[in-house]
T-cell receptor, first 115, second 110 residues
Framework: ETGVTQTPRHLVMGMTNKKSLKCEQHLGHNAMYWYKQSAKKPLELMFVYSLEERVENNSVPSRFSPECPNSSHLFLHLHTLQPEDSALYLC??????????????FGSGTRLTVV | DAKTTQPPSMDCAEGRAANLPCNHSTISGNEYVYWYRQIHSQGPQYIIHGLKNNETNEMASLIITEDRKSSTLILPHATLRDTAVYYCIHGAGNNRKLIWGLGTSLAVNP
């Protein structure tokens, strides 16, 4: 139990589908993040939320739409994705924005395959 | 942007100490050094962090050089379950633009 739970663990979707990734943290953290990890590439920060407010959007295409209804839940809505969007999508949380204390707690990720 | 340099891969015999180096020559005075590891297809897991002094916890030890431009993560008695990719990164409290490299792929062999 990492304290950050992501569902689903695996997802296969067509390019015309709409799907959502879910992240829930049970740690009482105030900041949540979405990362993308493509094969043989480093982690890329996508979105940052602090107390449900988006504070960072790192030039992510509009086919990725985040939502943070409360400080415990984070969603990533997906639509009309491309095959190059296939990757491991990781959710993380931290006590506050940035690096404090023990840094981030990551979920196990959603392995997304776009066909 | 904060960037670190690590060897792409290392091997270690089971039961022996694994010493993983990291260069972080661009580190600022208020930035911590963090180490994470990622077991295949899982999310990264926090290991240890430090500012200036050496640190030790139940997982590992962190040795930071006096000039803070490099550090070494030490797994004192590596086990097969320590096989993973190890990442060294640095950042300060309000620094969100952290750069994750490709890390060091550590293989612990029987």
């Amino acid at each position: 139990e990492t304290g950050v739970t992501q569902t689903p663990r695996h997802l296969v979707m067509g390019m015309t589908n709409k799907k959502s990734l879910k992240c829930e943290q049970h740690l009482g953290h105030n900041a949540m993040y979405w990362y993308k990890q493509s094969a043989k590439k480093p982690l890329e920060l996508m979105f940052v939320y602090s107390l449900e407010e988006r504070v960072e959007n790192n030039s992510v295409p509009s086919r990725f739409s985040p939502e943070c209804p409360n400080s415990s839940h984070l969603f990533l809505h997906l639509h009309t994705l491309q095959p190059e969007d296939s990757a491991l999508y990781l959710c993380a949380s931290s006590q506050e924005i940035g690096y404090t204390g023990k840094g981030y707690t990551f979920g196990s990720g959603t392995r997304l395959t776009v066909v | 942007d904060a960037k670190t340099t690590q060897p792409p891969s290392m091997d270690c015999a089971e039961g022996r100490a694994a010493n993983l180096p990291c260069n972080h020559s661009t580190i600022s005075g208020n930035e911590y050094v963090y180490w994470y590891r990622q077991i295949h297809s899982q999310g990264p897991q926090y290991i240890i962090h430090g500012l200036k002094n050496n640190e030790t916890n139940e997982m590992a030890s962190l040795i930071i050089t006096e000039d803070r431009k490099s550090s070494t993560l030490i797994l004192p008695h590596a086990t097969l379950r320590d096989t993973a990719v190890y990442y060294c990164i640095h950042g300060a409290g309000n620094n969100r633009k952290l750069i994750w490299g490709l890390g060091t792929s550590l293989a612990v062999n029987p």
